[in-house]
């Protein structure tokens, strides 16, 4: 999967600017314009232009380095707490701009939970992992409120079977596929509006990867669903639009079947079919 | 000079064995490096530790023993009219020590006094008995060190497991070493116990528990009065927890929250700054702090004291807490911050993707999660208030008043121990036994906080991987 810098750049770059948007669709759920990052005078992500849509799931592919984790970092200000890492250009969530100086970042992160790639529960209980944001949000009036809470939000996450007889048992004490499942039911317990996952599924086996990608779908029905994945395959089978990143560029972005059958760039067409990357 | 001269000749054969092995790992392959079981560096190891490891063993072993041996030689040669004193009595050890000075003065050349022919025959011996010891040691140790060098060298094949050997010895070197630092630990223990049993033979253990009373002077003579000692330890023991308290209020919030700031909140530029900066406050001399408690706070408190209509007395627990506290500051602050900054990054991010504020993390997810640490950091500055002595000596006083009030004088364990030695003593009148066992007891005391704070942490910690 991984692109060796001299291959990289030895293919030239279209600049992303001018080329056609294939979504500039109105109800768009985020809408990204000109976003621009910078890690200290390292550009890391070069005028961004994204369409989101509500109650899909979009996937953002393309080889190692090329920023997907950065653009998914932006869209809820996770980037913030990285020093010297500057977001130029807007991101509107429901025509909002969310680096807007109004802008209460603590809500923003409370409507758009996030999901990392190495499966990160806190050191604490099963039940005080899915209880912790509905806690500081004061999303339960009481105790049995709560309950009902962490419940649900195991049951969604398909986690509930497995975890019911020791819900005060340590967190981290689940296998890695548990421990994700653990942090996404972490994740749907506040109630957000949007799920950012960045590769959900590298540090898990197949099995386990087909019950998150299985939820992933489900999921789709009640929240709008960014991914960010090395495989095409699990690109292809989880999600209805895809996006794939180069060098810091948004090359293209379409329909997962377009992009998979019919790819409108010569890059996206090598990095699919594996000639590269 | 000569031992030091015989040392560095060992390791410089350590060198030329660890060469010449190496050179020879080399050659029995025909120079093909690739053929060897490990690299040509352990063969020259290997021989280096066969040459240097004994040899030096040797050396020291026999430094250790040559005083005694010579010194038991020259005592049998003596005649034996000058061991007897005029009484027929053998002589006390301190007459034979005298005896023996006299006798290495004079074989060292400088002629103390005018001596008796049979001390300075003696005194001859014992040069010539030094000057044959050496020259003994020097050949021994220099031929154990070629003899295991050469054994070594023809030890060396292609198939020798030169790697596993050299691994090994370095093994059993830690191991001897952390033996050391053991065997040490035992030691002190040992002798603090057994002074301790000594003491307890003149004053009952019940009495240094339990008494109240503490007043260590005892009659020099059988006919003085009034100093018969009181060995209540109680006093001591509650001085020194109160200072050790006053000095913890301080500490622990403002090392702590000292160490939230510089983790979670300072940008790095600041924190690069800051915590070198409150570093340098454990690098302060304790003596400084002592007489900056005693001249600047003793005095404020009192006058505070004083407007608000309460008697403080010029020396306080409390002058001396505060201004410990000060002293520990970054104990607290330094060890915290570390802990603190290694829980790791994805913690904090999971915490922040659920939309939890800053405070929320570090209350909820950062501190559990490096509770140990602090509680570490916490206990080294425990021990460090209980231990110190200067900033009591000379802010707290040194009268063992039982009291629970800090604006009086009070007096600590580490303190009366001072007091209790310093000065001619006997070494085993009671008074200075006291230290003994006040010592054993204040182990005792540290270890029971420690192993406290152990099982709390224990059962409270949150384990991130
Ligand atoms: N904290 C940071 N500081 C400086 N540079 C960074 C930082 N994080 C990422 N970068 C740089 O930004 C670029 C994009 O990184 P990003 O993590 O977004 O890539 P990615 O597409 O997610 O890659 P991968 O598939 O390997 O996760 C890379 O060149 C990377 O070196
Ligand atoms: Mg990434």
Redo the contacts with the bound molecule.
């Keep these: 999967m991984k692109t060796s810098p001299s291959a990289q750049t030895s293919i030239e770059i279209p600049p992303t600017a001018g080329f056609p948007l294939v979504s500039q669709g109105e109800g768009a759920k985020i809408a990204a314009r000109d976003v621009n990052v910078f ?2 005078d ?1 550009q ?1 992500l070069r005028n961004i232009a994204l369409d989101i849509k509500p109650n899909e799931v979009t996937a953002f592919i ?1 080889p ?8 998914l970092r932006c869209l809820n200000r996770m980037n913030d707490i ?1 020093d ?2 500057r977001v130029t250009g807007s991101i509107n969530l429901d025509e909002e701009d969310i680096y807007h100086r109004r802008i209460d970042v603590v809500q923003l992160r409370a409507r758009i939970g996030m999901v990392f ?1 190495k499966p990160n529960p806190f050191p604490k209980s099963i039940y005080e992992n899915v209880a912790y944001g509905p806690r500081i949000h004061g999303l339960a009036r009481n105790k049995t409120d709560l309950d009902e809470i962490v419940q649900t939000s195991l049951e969604r996450a398909g986690l509930l079977g497995e975890v019911k007889d020791r819900m005060d048992q340590p967190g981290t004490g689940l296998s890695g596929g548990q421990q994700q499942r653990l942090c996404i039911a972490r994740a749907i317990a506040v109630n957000p509006e949007v799920i950012l996952m960045d ?1 959900p599924c590298s540090a898990l086996d197949p099995i386990a990867t087909a019950k998150i990608e299985e939820l992933i779908d489900e999921l789709r029905q009640n929240y709008t669903i960014v991914i ?1 994945t ?1 495989s095409m395959q699990q690109a292809a089978r989880v999600s209805q639009r895809t996006a794939f ?1 180069h060098l ?1 560029n948004l090359v293209e972005c379409n329909d997962t079947e377009q992009i998979f059958t019919n790819p409108q760039h010569k890059l996206t067409q090598g990095y699919i079919t594996g000639r590269f990357g | 000079m000569q031992i030091l001269f015989l040392i560095a000749v060992v390791l410089g054969l350590m060198l030329i064995g660890f060469r010449f092995g190496r050179l020879r790992s080399v050659r029995v392959t025909g120079g093909d490096a690739r053929q060897l079981h490990s690299l040509p560096t352990y063969y020259g190891l290997y021989v280096a530790l066969w040459c240097g490891l004994p040899a030096l063993l040797l050396l020291a072993a026999w430094m250790a023993l040559e005083p005694t041996i010579i010194r038991m030689i020259v005592l049998d040669s003596l005649p034996p009219d000058l061991l007897l004193q005029p009484d027929g009595q053998t002589i006390n050890d301190a007459r034979l020590s005298l005896l023996l000075t006299d006798i290495r003065n004079i074989a060292s050349g400088n002629i103390a006094s005018q001596s008796e022919p049979a001390v300075i025959a003696a005194a001859g011996r014992y040069a010539s008995l030094l000057q044959v010891s050496f020259g003994a040691m020097v050949v021994v140790v220099l031929s154990v060190a070629m003899g295991g060098a050469a054994a070594a060298y023809r030890f060396i094949a292609p198939q020798f497991r030169a790697r596993n050997r050299v691994e090994n010895i370095i093994k059993m070197m830690m191991v001897a070493c952390s033996l050391v630092a053991i065997l040490t630990t035992l030691g002190i223990i040992l002798s603090l116990l057994f002074e301790t049993l000594r003491f307890f033979t003149e004053v009952p253990v019940t009495e240094f528990l339990f008494g109240t009373n503490w007043s260590p002077q005892t009659a020099m003579r059988s006919d003085q009065v009034g100093s018969s000692g009181a060995f209540g330890a109680v006093p001591l023991f509650a001085g020194t927890m109160m200072i050790a308290m006053i000095a913890m209020t301080v500490a622990v919030p403002i090392g702590l929250l000292a160490a939230i700031y510089m983790a979670e909140y300072a940008p790095r530029n600041v924190r690069t700054v800051v915590k070198p900066l409150l570093e340098i406050l454990a690098g302060i001399p304790t003596v400084v702090y002592g007489f900056f408690a005693a001249l600047t706070v003793a005095p404020l408190i009192r006058e505070t004291g004083g407007l608000l209509g309460l008697s403080v007395s010029s020396e306080s627990a409390l002058a001396a807490g505060l201004v410990m506290g000060i002293m520990i500051i970054p104990f607290v602050s330094s060890l915290s911050d570390d802990v603190i900054t290694a829980v790791p990054q994805s913690m904090r991010e999971g915490s922040y993707g659920l939309g939890a504020t800053r405070s929320e993390t570090i209350k909820r997810v950062i501190f559990p999660a490096a509770l140990p640490g602090i509680v570490g950091g916490v206990l080294l500055a425990v021990s460090r208030a209980i231990g110190e002595t200067m900033i009591v000596v000379m802010a707290a006083g040194l009268a063992a008043n039982l009291t629970a009030n800090p604006l009086e004088a009070v007096t600590t364990v580490t303190v009366q121990i001072v007091t209790l030695l310093v000065g001619d003593q006997e070494f085993d009148s009671a008074k200075t036994l006291a230290a003994f066992a006040l010592g054993l007891l204040l182990f005792t005391v540290t270890l029971v906080l420690n192993v406290i704070a152990l099982h709390v942490v224990r059962k409270y910690r949150e384990q991130y991987e």
């Design positions: 890690y200290g390292k890391a393309g190692s380095g090329c920023g997907k984790s950065t653009f990285i010297g890492c790639q590769e960010v090395h990143f810091g």
